[in-house]
């Protein structure tokens, strides 16, 4: 069954004077799903999103909403809706007013526009609400008026620009599940952008990781989080330690002044790469089980584990998250899994990396020559 793609970039550019803020970026959006723009502030987020939304145009390529090219479609045309930081609310008029604007700019019948408003507010939990002043409401009361203002016109894609950020740390974690669920009931188009990697990987379906006007990853969470294509996107979702390392041959990775079989593939003998292991994967052992030692350089307790940081003897810093408690100074082992054991190519393009991906995500499994190869070597 073909997937129904409600918004399309094709090799769109975005230049404001002589600065290009959005570099070749084309991307698909495909119905009910929850997409999220991931980097940091000033890499192009939010202009993609005016974009869609019409309030700017593209320099140079397409893009289609519903199939059909927009550059000649106004904003207030387009079946799309944004929810802003700030919320942009009117503080002067109560709830069902807020939530009613748009409605009575197109002019709506009075009863039409009731029905509308109560419905809208009944699905973000703010039935019995609609005579309240904005100012005497919530954060996350505000954030869910503007969430229904924008439901209201029933838009084809709901655009959310970091609209959990001004918000405190709890009521920060209810919203993201909050919205989550409410893309779930509704099964319309979410593009949300943000700057905290925990919130993207907590909430989408894809995610599109942006650096300096250009998506560097496209994918799911999980493949986000466990593949990295390169030392920015590891670095920038999650902690993680990336090591410098030599690609011996399909499945064998040198980095640490030893060997370590792999479940990566596809490189030149010797080729020099980045690997990298996150800090949950590593097992805190005795020096003598270790498959490499490290001496404890600092210890911060986190609540549910241990940070660990400790240096091997090639200078590599390694970050532990363990429920076991040890002591700076104090020389230990750290254990891992082939498959814990990311390989990132150096200057790869995304389409050489899935490309990589698949062709050797099953390979480890089938692969004789690997097996036995000594870690401790």
């Known amino acids: ?56 145009l593209p320099s140079e390529g397409s893009i289609y909403l519903n199939g059909v090219e927009a550059k000649d479609t106004p904003p207030n045309k387009r079946k799309v809706n944004t929810v802003f930081q700030d919320y942009a609310l009117f503080p002067h008029m109560n709830v069902l007013d807020n939530v009613a604007f748009g409605l009575k700019m197109k002019k709506m019948k009075k009863n039409v526009i009731k029905e509308k408003v109560m419905a809208a507010l009944q699905l973000v939990r703010l039935d019995g609400f609609e005579e309240r002043e904005v100012a005497e409401m919530s954060g996350g009361q505000r954030q869910r008026v503007a969430i229904a203002r924008a439901l209201v016109n029933e838009p084809d894609v709901l655009l959310l620009d970091e609209p959990l950020s001004a918000l405190d740390l709890k009521l920060r974690t209810d919203m993201q599940y909050e919205l989550r669920e409410l893309q779930q009931r509704l099964g319309i188009t979410f593009l949300f952008v943000t700057h905290d990697q925990e919130e993207a990987l907590a909430m989408s379906d894809e995610i599109m990781v942006m650096k300096e006007g250009e998506i560097i990853q496209t994918g799911t969470p999980m493949d986000i989080y466990d593949e990295p294509i390169n030392r920015y996107v590891a670095d920038f979702i999650g902690e993680s330690n990336i090591v410098e390392a030599r690609m011996v041959e399909d499945y064998v990775v040198a980095f640490a002044g030893k060997q370590f079989a792999c479940v990566d593939g596809g490189m030149n003998p010797n080729e020099k790469v980045d690997i990298v292991i996150r800090p949950e994967d590593l097992v805190l052992t005795d020096s003598e089980e270790g498959a490499i030692q490290v001496t404890v350089d600092s210890q911060l307790f986190r609540g549910v584990h241990y940070e660990i940081i400790g240096y091997d003897s090639e200078g590599n810093e390694w970050m532990v998250h363990s429920t076991r408690k040890t002591e700076p100074g104090k020389q230990v082992g750290l254990q891992f899994e082939p498959e814990d054991i990311h390989i990132m190519r150096l200057n790869e393009t995304e389409e050489a990396f899935d490309e990589r991906i698949e062709q050797f995500s099953t390979g480890f499994d089938s692969n004789e020559e690997s097996e036995g190869v000594d870690v401790n070597a």
């Open 1 to 56: 069954m073909t997937e129904e793609i409600i918004v399309s970039f094709q090799q769109v550019e975005k230049r404001f004077d002589d600065e290009k803020v959005l570099k070749n970026i084309s991307f698909e959006l495909e119905k009910g799903k929850f997409y999220t723009l991931l980097g940091p502030s000033g890499c192009g987020k939010s202009t993609i999103l005016n974009l869609i939304a019409g309030f700017t």
